[in-house]
């Protein structure tokens, strides 16, 4: 079924909240005319912020009660991979900022709809390209090739009043140096390979089924295998991406 720009957004915010609800609206506050705050989208409370001078108390403390509807570790390992698209995937050399910037280009069938929804530690948009009445863009009316580059020169705009932070990475969570054309475990000193986020007591696997062959590959089997496994392991969007 269609989907709309804000429910992708307010989807992706869930994963750039590491896993928080995050309600969506239009309005930030409301004022009377005598500056009063009588409408208050934000139901956090921040503990101490009323304070008015210092007295060596405890720093302000916003509580965060916002629902916890998705594993945070999850949530971070989905950051992860998809920090991977812009870095080496679908959408590389199209953002250039100095923050961290995860996102996924989209493109429906018959590139009738380019998309792209990207999100920093602190921001989340989308960009959708289309008609009213769904028909082709054209060759090439990807979501990398149309929606990235405009992301691109929006994100960087608005990089430019964002502070410098990074993306929690929940604790606990392990890191595993992989190779990026199969997945697989990398060996010390192996090129081509990339570091991906595992849940304590998982990681990545030593071998492989392959469709057309027989019992499991090990990651030099399959690299020698026909030159259609080859192209689809090592093809597409940069290996895993």
């Not at 590389?92 to 996102?103: E, Q, S, T, W």
């Not at 429906?108 to 390209?129: C, Q, R, S």
């Not at 190779?179 to 990681?203: L, Q, S, V």
Request: aromatic fraction near 8%; hydrophobic fraction near 35%; proline fraction near 6%.
């Amino acid at each position: 079924g269609e989907t709309t720009v804000m429910r992708m957004v307010s989807a992706y915010s869930v994963i750039a909240n590491g896993g928080k609800q995050i309600k969506p609206t239009l309005i930030d506050r409301i004022q009377d005319r005598y500056g009063k705050t009588i409408f208050r989208h934000e139901e956090r409370a921040c503990e101490g912020c009323n304070a008015t001078s210092w007295q060596n108390q405890d720093e302000p403390v916003i509580v965060d009660n916002r629902e916890q509807v998705l594993d945070p570790m999850t949530a971070y390992q989905t950051t992860s991979m998809l920090e991977g698209v812009v870095q080496r995937g679908t959408a590389a050399g199209k953002i250039k900022v100095d923050l961290p910037v995860a996102g996924k280009t989209g493109t429906t069938n018959d590139e009738k709809d380019a998309w792209f929804v990207g999100y920093t530690p602190d921001m989340v948009a989308g960009l959708y390209i289309g008609f009213d009445s769904p028909a082709p863009l054209g060759r090439g009316g990807t979501g990398g090739s149309l929606s990235a580059p405009i992301f691109g020169e929006f994100i960087a705009d608005a990089a430019k009043h964002l502070q410098p932070s990074k993306f929690i990475v929940p604790a606990g969570m392990n890191f595993v140096a992989v190779n990026r054309k199969t997945g697989m475990a990398a060996a010390e000193g192996e090129p081509d390979t990339i570091m991906e986020a595992f849940k304590p007591g998982t990681g990545p696997a030593d071998s492989f089924s392959v469709i057309g062959a027989e019992g499991y590959m090990s990651q030099e089997d399959i690299l020698k295998t026909s030159p259609q496994a080859q192209q689809a392991i090592t093809g597409g969007g940069g290996g895993l991406y």
